[in-house]
């Protein structure tokens, strides 16, 4: 597998880049060091850039993240997140899997996770037994993001009622700095293990690629390249949804094949994930 050092050599062969944001453009505290450059080049060329991220959160609030990083609004032209999909869904109640759920939400999570319910779309109670549905946002930091073991109890009450969960990232883990951390998509597996229903609102869904093409305003997503560091979320996700996809050496795939990988082992990796990328890159930079 080809290991590009930068973007630039792809920058005119697609029309929209689709960018995952935890492990790609930062890493949970900061951007990494050449992304705000990249962007700036890509949009210096009418290139449309949306970001998808698996976050739980609804996209005004990621955006207010990216604010706090000091990443330009002027540089991307849309965010979506598992968690505005969620908000959508529990919305509009269509998606046969939501249809039949009702409002009392038992959470899984931290509060600031709870903009994915705002307007009333669902609301917070204080036990599995007078609950609807489990909503799972992920492990809550204060209470240790490292260890699913913490979170048994409460896994185990909603199973009592078979509660069906709406899980709203499906990611497995995240690196936050350098640190590896668990998300929601851990405590599914786990949920799952108990024969619980669970549906896994974001990334490798092909559906949560259909507005990201409404964002970008583009039709051929042979002309959209997608970018990710996860294989069977980011990669995945963007063949069953029709776009090429670029492997980025950043985040996870950095925790995993370290700042030098082998090329030959990218690609078995890459197979076996059933997935095909077009190269890995070092870094999103130029």
Partial sequence: MDILDGIAPLAD???GYVLDLWGVVHNGKRLYPGVA?????LKKRGKRVVFLTNAPRRAW????????????????????????????????????FFAPLGRRAFHIGPERDLSVIEEGVAEVVDSAADADFLLNTGPDPERGSGDPAPYRPALEAAAAHRLPMVCVNPDRFVMVGEDRLICAGALADIYLEFGCPVF?????????????????????????????????????????AGMDALWAMTGLAAHAHGDDPDPERLRQVALAEGVDPIAAIRALRW
């Fill in 61 to 96: 609030f990621v955006q207010e993240m990216l604010d706090r990083m000091d990443l330009d609004r002027a540089l991307y032209d849309g965010i979506m997140s598992s968690g505005e999909i969620a908000w959508m869904m529990l919305k509009e109640r269509r998606h046969p």
């Fill in 37 to 41: 450059e990249a962007l700036a080049e």
């Fill in 13 to 15: 062969r697609y029309d």
């Fill in 200 to 240: 896994e609102v974001g990334k490798p869904d092909p559906a949560v690629y259909d507005p990201v093409m409404e964002l970008l305003g583009l039709a051929d997503r042979r002309r959209v390249l997608a970018i990710g560091d996860t294989p069977h979320t980011d990669l995945a996700g963007a063949a069953a």
